[in-house]
């Protein structure tokens, strides 16, 4: 089994290094390097590679958010590396994901690169995503606090936006447009799913094609035939085709 291998790693001088120890592996072929969190998100997405080493602290998007940011099928077999000292680590062990602490030795590189090899020889034999690096996930998103995060993705970044920023949403066709304060960001997403992602978090779709954050909502004016204006903070006005019970009771869940 040839392993393809990704480096990921913001220093030139790191990347060299781990290619001289991959070099004198037999089963594996490096495939490509990337300097940034969301140059490794695209070339993760076009390469596919088994392998990825991983460096935790990069520009743009660390390590944990490359993640992230992939879809559960693309996920690799991941080996972190990283300068964090070992006690800041031990979340990654619980988890099973490996790691090479900064210097590493050889002996400590290939017995990190021997697990992995049975992480593949393990996942081979199975499909899905690996449950460790599931578990790690859910750890992570468990532990990022605010409520959920979306992922919007351009050409020249890509952002994970606080659901607390937003203060509308309003369907575009097969997209999505996100309006915070100050921006607007497209996704593509479907309106019920978007409404199930943030429906513990103090969202509610108030028509067919707009979900309001119901903390920014000002206040109601009423329209004709029992239906009302939702005039938010910003001052956007919004119709309102659901029940004022319903908005109600949902307020007085939060």
Same mark, same amino acid.
């Given at each position: 089994?040839?392993?393809?291998?990704?480096?990921?790693?913001?220093?030139?001088?790191?990347?060299?290094?781990?290619?001289?120890?991959?070099?004198?592996?037999?089963?594996? @072929?490096?495939?490509?390097?990337?300097?940034?969190?969301?140059?490794?998100?695209? @070339?993760?997405?076009?390469?596919?590679?088994?392998?990825?080493? /991983?460096?935790?602290?990069?520009?743009?998007?660390?390590?944990?958010?490359?993640?992230?940011?992939?879809?559960?099928?693309?996920?690799?077999?991941?080996?972190? @590396?990283?300068?964090?000292?070992?006690?800041?680590?031990?979340?990654?062990?619980?988890?099973?994901?490996?790691?090479? /602490?900064?210097?590493?030795?050889?002996?400590?590189?290939?017995?990190?690169?021997?697990?992995?090899?049975?992480?593949?020889?393990?996942?081979?034999?199975?499909?899905?995503?690996?449950?460790?690096?599931?578990?790690?996930?859910?750890?992570?998103?468990?532990?990022?606090?605010?409520?959920?995060?979306? /992922?919007?993705?351009?050409?020249?970044?890509? /952002?994970?936006?606080?659901?607390?920023?937003?203060? =509308?949403?309003?369907?575009?066709?097969?997209?999505?447009?996100? =309006?915070?304060?100050?921006?607007? =960001?497209?996704?593509?997403?479907t309106m019920v799913e978007m409404e199930a992602r943030l429906a513990n978090s103090g969202f509610m779709r108030i028509n067919r094609s707009t979900i309001v954050n119901l903390d920014r909502i000002r206040e109601l004016q009423p329209l004709a035939a029992g239906e009302f204006c939702v005039i938010l903070k910003s001052g956007?006005?919004?119709?309102?085709?659901?029940?004022?019970?319903?908005?109600?009771?949902?307020?007085?869940?939060?």
């Amino acid at each position: 089994m040839i392993i393809r291998v990704l480096i990921v790693d913001d220093e030139p001088l790191a990347r060299q290094g781990l290619r001289s120890f991959l070099a004198a592996e037999a089963d594996i @072929t490096v495939v490509g390097e990337c300097a940034d969190g969301a140059e490794a998100v695209k @070339t993760v997405t076009q390469l596919a590679p088994d392998l990825v080493f /991983l460096d935790v602290q990069m520009p743009r998007l660390n390590g944990f958010q490359v993640l992230e940011a992939l879809a559960p099928a693309q996920l690799p077999v991941v080996i972190f @590396t990283t300068a964090h000292d070992e006690h800041a680590l031990r979340a990654f062990e619980v988890n099973a994901v490996d790691y090479l /602490l900064k210097p590493f030795k050889p002996a400590r590189f290939r017995k990190a690169l021997e697990r992995a090899r049975e992480q593949l020889r393990t996942r081979a034999g199975r499909s899905g995503v690996d449950p460790q690096l599931a578990a790690l996930l859910a750890t992570l998103q468990q532990n990022a606090g605010g409520g959920p995060r979306i /992922l919007v993705k351009s050409p020249d970044r890509i /952002l994970f936006l606080a659901a607390e920023e937003i203060d =509308h949403i309003e369907a575009a066709g097969n997209y999505l447009v996100l =309006h915070t304060a100050k921006e607007r =960001h497209v996704v593509r997403e479907t309106m019920v799913e978007m409404e199930a992602r943030l429906a513990n978090s103090g969202f509610m779709r108030i028509n067919r094609s707009t979900i309001v954050n119901l903390d920014r909502i000002r206040e109601l004016q009423p329209l004709a035939a029992g239906e009302f204006c939702v005039i938010l903070k910003s001052g956007v006005r919004l119709n309102m085709t659901c029940s004022l019970s319903e908005l109600q009771g949902k307020m007085r869940r939060l």
